[in-house]
């Protein structure tokens, strides 16, 4: 079943891609996070997927992959750490890739059924150290774990986006390129500065 929610008033499908910010400045544990945020390319440091039903959303972290639960559309990040292994993370915004397919609604049902079961069917299985190694399927980091699953579906979320002067780098899957690449709704509250447009 396809499930519709918010969260800090944006609405969202089973299957759609939260995008966060490591950190929450104004806790110390928060300050921690932020800091390994600033390791990631872009403002876009984690994300998760919302799944259903409700505010079920499910991510790959330090607890390996999990689902944790948004209570009542808020992004709580303090309510929300001990399920999550003690991420502390503020709400960026919601990416949905299949909104530009342009697909019939059977079509797109079946695809984000298919989401929501690939990324239900590896919870248990740990964190993914190694991050040039996007295509195993035995750990997942956060992208990866989102990478794999619109794989299923056919949609690449991974862009080429490389760190300078680190060959390689080009297979990680960032989620500042997810969230570049794809159909995105930002947050009010992350809103901190225009975006430069391109030349």
């Excluded at 944006?10 to 929450?24: A, E, F, S, V």
């Excluded at 998760?48 to 944790?68: H, K, L, N, Q, S």
């Excluded at 035995?138 to 056919?154: D, H, N, R, T, V």
């Amino acid at each position: 079943m396809i499930h519709t929610y918010q969260i800090e008033g944006i609405t969202l499908q089973t299957g759609d891609i939260i995008c966060t910010m490591n950190g929450k400045p104004d806790i110390l544990p928060g300050e921690f996070w932020r800091l390994v945020g600033r390791l990631v390319p872009g403002d876009v440091d984690h994300i998760a997927i919302y799944i259903g039903p409700d505010g079920r959303c499910i991510e790959a972290g330090t607890r390996g992959v999990i689902t944790f639960d948004v209570p009542d559309g808020h992004w709580d990040t303090e309510r929300m750490a001990p399920q999550r292994g003690h991420l502390f993370d503020s709400f960026y915004g919601v990416v949905s890739p299949l909104d530009v397919h342009g697909l019939a609604e059977e079509e797109e049902y079946e695809m984000r059924k298919t989401i929501a079961s690939y990324c239900l069917a590896q919870v248990g299985k740990p964190y993914n150290l190694n991050f040039l190694n996007a295509e195993t399927e035995e750990s997942f980091y956060c992208s990866q774990l989102a990478y794999k699953a619109y794989q299923q579906i056919g949609i690449d979320l991974n862009t080429g986006l490389a760190m300078e002067q680190l060959p390689g780098t080009n297979a990680i899957i960032y989620p500042q390129e997810i969230w570049v690449a794809f159909s995105h709704r930002q947050a009010e509250s992350s809103k901190h500065e225009p975006v430069p447009s391109e030349q």
